[in-house]
């Protein structure tokens, strides 16, 4: 079942100061985290739209390389070539829309629609949902001031009980700021101004062993502790974005597109392995990869994976049962190796893609597939063995 929660984020600035604050804060963080081939962002689209999710607006499609972000157990199942994560982006401010997707694990889906109102977090149902969806919603609300953050994020210079802006003259906060702007902005007798993302997140991994683990550690810090962060910074940063335009800010997302580029192009060529993000090669490159790295891994960890087994307590009965799991892997392997070299033709994203993600993968779903059983497989296979690694 897909896990759903509802996300608030009350700021005391007031909804167009946010629209800034955002766009600034996102093309900053995009510069900062890029750091080549293995971390960083791609923005291969950023252009308007007309007549889309939430009416008019920009749409950004983008390429996420998050190997460095996953954790061990996780990153160590999974081919090098499957750590990118897509993401399209639909910005019809106050509505955003945005969907994630892992090309590699066709039963990934994360998506997230934001709604942008005037008040402290305490309007409920602003997306219409049902009775029913209702029931399976949780609601959370983020407090920037109070909610911890962990040591390896906090920053003197981003936390909002210290920070005051030389600009606005706002700041610093304290932990019942949020209770005393409702009171102040319904009262309408201050000049403070409030405003509240609603993020409605829906997190979808349907693999069997793994799903709950996974979409809880997608919320949990992927989702969570990351607004967290990004709603410390776009407050404490607001020295950096007051009286910026959009168009200033379209500049500056014009500028960060061609500096990651430069980036992210010549780490590929460091590599000999860049990309071509306009025809099918990429993805064909990367699945050769994949193959590549489950078949090392196939043929080097059985043996001492089965000591291990039996080390630890398990009958020969129940290794039979695990070596009867990990031989459909190997099969599974074999006959997609077989179908690599056939004349399967992948559809791959180019840089002129403009619609929802789901109108391209017909052509490739099918062996797509095969690559997700066969990773998924090889997952079991090392949790019957003696766990998942750490």
């Not at 963080?29 to 960083?40: I, L, P």
């Not at 210290?162 to 932990?175: E, Q």
Request: with cysteine; proline share 4%.
């Amino acid at each position: 079942m897909m896990l759903t929660k509802e996300y608030r984020v009350p700021l005391p600035l007031s909804v167009d100061e946010y629209r800034i604050a955002q766009l600034y804060m996102i093309q900053k963080k995009s510069r900062e985290e890029s750091q080549g081939a293995g971390s960083g962002v791609e923005i291969l689209v950023n252009e308007p739209y007309v007549d889309g999710p939430g009416g008019d607006g920009q749409y950004t499609y983008k390429i996420y390389h998050i190997g460095s972000h996953l954790p061990g157990w996780f990153r160590a199942i999974l081919p090098k070539s499957a750590l990118q994560v897509e993401e399209e982006a639909w910005n019809a401010y106050p509505y955003t829309k945005t969907r994630y997707r892992c090309p590699f694990i066709e039963k990934f889906l994360l998506e997230i629609e934001t709604r942008y109102l005037p008040d402290g977090g305490q309007t409920d149902n602003v997306f219409n949902l049902s009775s029913s969806e209702l029931r399976l919603r949780t609601v959370d609300i983020i407090d920037m001031v109070k909610d911890n953050v962990s040591s390896g994020d906090y920053r003197k210079e981003e936390d909002p009980h210290l920070f005051r802006s030389h600009k606005t003259g706002r700041g610093p906060l304290n932990d019942n700021w949020r209770q005393e702007y409702i009171v102040d902005t319904v009262k309408r007798d201050s000049d403070k101004k409030l405003m509240c993302a609603y993020k409605l997140c829906k997190v979808e991994f349907r693999y069997w062993g793994m799903q709950s683990k996974i979409e809880r550690f997608i919320h949990d810090i992927g989702l969570r502790k990351t607004m967290l962060r990004a709603h410390r910074q776009a407050w404490c940063w607001q020295d950096e974005w007051f009286g910026l335009q959009l168009s200033d800010i379209r500049r500056l997302e014009k500028e960060t597109q061609l500096a990651l580029a430069q980036t992210m192009g010549e780490a590929y060529e460091d590599k000999e392995s860049r990309p071509n993000v306009s025809g099918d090669s990429a993805f064909e490159t990367n699945e050769a990869k994949t193959l590549e790295c489950l078949n090392k891994d196939a043929q080097g960890s059985h043996d001492a994976a089965a000591g291990s087994y039996i080390q630890n307590g398990h009958s020969p009965t129940e290794l039979s049962r695990s070596e009867r799991q990990l031989s459909r892997s190997e099969r599974q392997l074999s006959r997609s190796e077989s179908n690599t070299s056939g004349n399967h033709q992948l559809s791959t994203v180019g840089v002129s893609r403009k619609t929802s993600w789901n109108s391209n993968r017909g052509s490739s779903k099918r062996h797509s597939g095969m690559l997700n059983n066969l990773w998924i497989y090889r997952a079991e296979a090392r949790i019957f063995y003696g766990g998942v690694p750490s």
